[in-house]
């Protein structure tokens, strides 16, 4: 196909790959509605902290806001989850009913310095909402893991954890919430082997998480073994205790004085329980092997951390489930190390990532707070996941597919070609008639004559050229392409 001007028109090229992408939009459409997943088609803006309760601040840096004509803060979506846990909130408000929802379509993330084409994908992606057993876990994980095969990637990897199994043994730890977070960014470093715990402890040191704390701090002691929110009213009480002692804390409401005292009194963890959980953190997510014997390794460094038997046992039977399909079992690897998202998952968490390991394809896991993040009183069982699907048609061979194979829903294609403007009324006759009949038929204004369309024309394309003469008169020719 060739534009008026004799280049190389960029049209052939942006309906194959819209076509490829709509073909594969079916496939995963067809796949999820095949284990009972409707089709839910949802708004492209929604409230801004719909976005913002989900993200966790994670996407905030990312979202696309507007101001509405009601000075309300408006996003264009930058997923799908929130929306579709807001819409089920909206309608089961009193009740918890099991639904299975699909969805595809755009998504918008910011990304400065990035070409505005850069800045959204499509996304396709399914949610269990109100079942929260290892079979929900287990049917997710594998209907994702034929997704890739369904569209024709057939070499990738799939990584799975529980973050429960990291969460109870940080919990065991006793750590202060920044000593915690600070832990959980290192996992990566710790899983790479590119820092050692001496040098973290160090950065700990600079960055004020550990230090030296007077023995005898009353405080310090009083809420010694607390989480932060537990502290936190032990504080509060103190202060209203020393009210009349302490009248003046300055304008500073009282939270705000509670949270600054906890950040002065935790500044300071002990060096020896940051070291240890290190250590214990590093040996977790470094275990290796086959899934069977790094459950069993993570069970006998665990022994003394009762709470993640629930977890590790949750994990066997997920995996014993949807392993259940051998094709399935060679694609699937227990990763400890993998974190995505540890401020917004509660459960089992995975990723599907390409033959390299470098892109991630889509990925997804369990949710179950995100409803009461959204305003619900109670807590409702949730768990899904997303692809990016531009990433999942890089990852395919397509170069055997020709735009031939694609255009596959006209029974013939025709070329209208006029020797010169006096016969347009004709041409536009004969277009309508070859459409009634099933062709696709396009008037090529740019070629008088057959010879100069059968070297410049795209032939893969076209089953015939109609040539119409300046007299009127019109003739049939065949190319060299077949009759789909």
Known sequence: MTSSNGLQSSSDTSESAWLIKRRHEDKFVRLCGSFGYEYHDLPLLAPTDVFLRKSGGELASQILSLI???????????????????????????????????????VFRQTPGAPLNEQYFTQVGAELIGVGTPLADAELLYLATQ???????????????????????????????????????????????????????????????????????????AISGLQDEQAKEVLHGFLEWSEGLAPNLGQRAADDVVDRLLRKLRGNDERDSLQEALFDIEKLVNIQGNPADILDAAETLLENCPESRTALQSIRTVLTLATDDTKVSSKITVDFGLIKGIAYYN??????????????????????????????????????????????????????????????QWADSTLIVTEDSTQDIVALRLSRQYREEGHRVEIACQYQSVAEALSRADLKIWNNILFISASGEWELHETDKPST
């Open 347 to 408: 459960g089992i968490v995975f990723d599907v990532t390409d033959a390299s390991g470098n892109t991630i394809l889509g990925g997804g896991g369990r949710y179950d707070n995100l409803s009461t993040d959204l305003g619900s009183e109670r807590q409702i069982p949730s768990a899904g996941f997303a692809f990016n699907l531009e990433a999942l048609i890089d990852s395919v061979d397509l170069r055997s597919e020709s735009t031939e194979n694609l255009i596959s």
């Open 68 to 106: 509405d004509a009601n000075s309300n803060l408006i996003s264009l979506r930058p997923e799908f989850t929130a929306l579709i846990v807001s819409e089920y909130l909206k309608i089961h408000s009193e009740t918890t009913n099991i639904q299975r929802i699909q969805y595809s379509g755009p």
């Open 147 to 221: 997704i890739p095969d369904q569209l024709g990637v057939s070499d990738y990897t799939v990584r799975i954890t529980d973050l429960r199994v990291l969460n109870s043994l940080l919990d065991s730890k006793q750590l202060s919430d920044r000593a915690r977070n600070f832990i959980v960014s290192s996992v990566p470093i710790l899983q790479s082997h590119s820092t050692s715990v001496e040098q973290l402890l160090s950065q700990a040191q600079d960055a004020h998480i550990i230090g030296q704390n007077a023995p005898n701090d009353h405080l310090n002691i």
